[in-house]
């Protein structure tokens, strides 16, 4: 298997709600990602769990929590988000290592979140 | 710190042209340079990167570090070239930065 899945593919929540995004990778992977990427911009880096230990968090506003339950699963919790937290959020993974281009990510196909 | 620039947002160019995308980056140690490609409508995925010294789909990218540049080139571009690419640079860390994307579009 080397593809990451994500669900849902799509998402449209209110903000008063609570909804999960899901992601899936067998690979064996130890590096998990969350990207955030709004219409012909760059992927924005959310949150890095390398070894399901949290190791970079930019930043991101509470009402988005990671979760890591294990190697091959990585959540990202949503609650009372904003009308501009609609975006498509990317999960990727790779090996958490540098050197001889190890550290290529395999990115999911994305889960598209509307806030309403 | 580590940056990558990628100084065209769109690059339009016709069937059978050449095309280069640009990529610059900033970082002092030895860096990994990778370029990621999204097509419409499908998810981003490795186009290449620097140590394999390959050619994908015709397209092939050499590391000038006396530039510290990555530069994407194709010598006759195809419609179904026609996407976003992104720039990445790994540099002190196996995290990478991503520039801000080029959207190539070729004209029939």
């Known amino acids: 298997d080397t593809e990451v899945t994500q669900t849902p593919k799509h998402l449209v929540m209110g903000m008063t709600n609570k909804k999960s995004l899901k992601c899936e990778q067998h690979?064996?992977?130890?590096?998990m990602y969350w990207y955030k990427q709004k219409a012909k911009k760059p992927p924005e880096l959310m949150f890095v769990?390398?070894?399901?230990?949290?190791?970079i968090n930019e930043s991101v506003p509470s009402r988005f929590s990671p979760e890591c339950p294990n190697s091959s699963l990585l959540n990202l919790h949503l609650h009372a988000l904003q009308p501009e937290d609609s975006a498509l959020y990317l999960c990727?993974?790779?090996?958490?290592?540098?050197?001889?281009?190890?550290?290529?990510?395999?990115f999911g196909a994305g889960s598209r979140l509307t806030v309403l | 710190a580590q940056r990558v620039t990628q100084p065209e947002k769109l690059l339009s160019v016709f069937k059978g042209a050449p095309v280069e995308l640009k990529c610059n980056y900033s970082?002092?140690?030895?860096?990994?340079l990778f370029w990621y490609v999204q097509y419409s409508r499908q998810r981003l995925q490795l186009l290449l990167r620097?140590?394999s010294r390959e050619s994908i789909k015709g397209f092939t990218a050499d590391l000038n570090k006396g530039e510290t540049s990555f530069h994407l080139k194709k010598p006759f571009a195809q419609e179904e070239d026609s996407a976003m690419y992104y720039c990445?640079?790994?540099?002190?860390?196996?995290?990478?930065?991503f520039g801000r994307g080029t959207s190539l579009i070729v004209h029939p």
């Open positions: 990727a993974s790779s090996h958490p290592v540098r050197g001889d281009g190890a550290n290529v990510l395999t």
């Open positions: 690979m064996g992977h130890r590096a």
């Open positions: 769990y390398s070894y399901e230990k949290l190791s």
């Open positions: 970082y002092s140690g030895s860096p990994e």
């Open positions: 620097h140590i």
């Open positions: 990445a640079l790994s540099g002190g860390s196996y995290i990478p930065t």
